[in-house]
């Protein structure tokens, strides 16, 4: 008889305490792994819930993504009898996560030594816009300012105005980290019986993320400069219009640039030596770009992606949102958030996954759909839970 696996994080309870992305996905991707993860927002509902509308009130779709698989409590824990309940609620927890500078943190009560007083063995996650022992901590940032300050954003772009990126990288790479982060501390948590203070920051992550460019700045060897959807490490690297679309395409390695130079019939560039390396046909990308973009000028996205499968040359059409939604197997789960009030809508989420963390998925929970099971677990009686929806308290 074949035993099912249990996912790694049963049994582990996550308070999440956190708005918009990067504390809200991170305590998402530990529900993946089995954490009874419980949103906790004010009764009338946080700001970050109509983010991405989708077109009913109180469900934009980032809301909807990032706080799959968990329960909702709607608690004011400003109020003194909120913030009681919260205490009662920390007791039974595992982990705490927020995203807030430290001189919040110390306002609200929810810093490492007010919390560790109540549950000793605690888990404290906490991620801010800046390093939290640096003279910016108390400052409030989102992803733009981690692109921004990293020189990631000067960089990208065509050159005439440093770009954003319309995805926030910075955030969802943060909460990945500080998700990884939190399970390290389990584990630790789990030989030594101590809890710690996970903290996590975006300027962090933005850096790492630049830190190889930060290198080659600071060695003297190439200050970069925005060169649109070009590759700086490889060439032809880049994205080229065809005639119905666009396609991108990637070469990178001397046995793909090899098989390229033949497929365009100029194996003359293998000994030009400005295409010598990788190296070298980035800093000379625009030349291999030039010939690339003739030669899929005449062709259809398809054709030109049936020839560059022909020779193992990595390609694909640059789609549209709406043309994304099409492709095969998108999602991991799919479910109408309201009994026919919305189409289904995609979940996806395999970024980070393990088997046994394979487990039904649901999209984010109506709000306040969780608050009276929860009160209830902490013991506490219906007139104390009406008195508490009374004074707008849950």
């Not at 309870?13 to 809200?24: E, F, N, S, T």
């Not at 007083?117 to 404290?124: F, M, Y």
Request: proline residues 7%; aromatic residues 4%.
């Amino acid at each position: 008889m074949t035993q099912t696996r249990q996912p790694a994080l049963a049994g582990i309870r996550v308070l999440d305490l956190g708005r918009y992305i990067a504390a809200p996905f991170c305590a998402q991707l530990l529900s993946n792994e089995g954490a009874e993860v419980i949103r906790i927002e004010p009764p009338e509902g946080a700001t970050d819930r109509e983010v991405m509308p989708i077109g009913i009130p109180g469900a934009g779709g980032l809301y909807m993504q990032v706080n799959a698989n968990k329960k909702s409590l709607t608690l004011d824990y400003a109020r003194p009898a909120g913030r009681a309940v919260l205490e009662r609620l920390v007791a039974t927890a595992d982990v705490v996560i927020v995203n807030l500078p430290q001189k919040a943190l110390l306002k609200l009560r929810l810093d490492h030594a007010t919390l560790s007083a109540i549950k000793p063995d605690l888990i404290l996650t906490t991620i801010s816009a800046f390093a939290p022992d640096g003279e910016d901590r108390d400052r409030v940032g989102f992803d733009g300012t981690g692109q921004a300050l990293s020189g990631a954003m000067y960089l990208t772009g065509f050159g005439d105005t440093p770009t954003r990126e319309a995805v926030s990288y910075v955030d969802y790479a943060t909460a990945m980290a500080a998700a990884f982060a939190t399970t390290s501390a389990l584990l630790e948590r789990a030989r030594t019986g101590k809890g710690q203070h996970v903290q996590c920051s975006l300027m962090g992550t933005a850096l790492t993320m630049m830190n190889p460019m930060l290198m080659e700045e600071a060695s003297g060897y190439r200050s970069r400069r925005p060169i649109g959807n070009r590759s700086p490490i490889a060439g032809p690297s880049d994205l080229f219009r065809a005639q119905d679309g666009w396609v991108m395409i990637q070469v990178i390695g001397d046995p793909m640039f090899a098989r390229w130079a033949r497929m365009m019939g100029r194996e003359d560039l293998l000994s030009d030596p400005r295409f010598a390396s990788d190296s070298l046909r980035g800093e000379n990308g625009e030349a291999l770009s030039a010939i690339q973009q003739e030669w899929c000028a005449g062709r259809t996205v398809a054709e030109c992606q049936a020839e560059l499968t022909a020779h193992s040359l990595p390609s694909c059409p640059c789609l549209t949102p709406a043309e994304t939604l099409r492709l095969p197997g998108l999602a991991d789960y799919t479910d109408p958030i309201r009994a026919g009030e919305a189409p289904e809508l995609p979940l996806v989420t395999r970024a980070i996954l393990t088997e046994a963390g394979r487990a039904p998925r649901s999209l984010a929970p109506a709000l306040g759909a969780d608050t009276q099971a929860l009160l209830e677990g902490l013991g506490l009686g219906a007139a104390e839970i009406d008195a508490l929806r009374a004074e707008g308290i849950a």
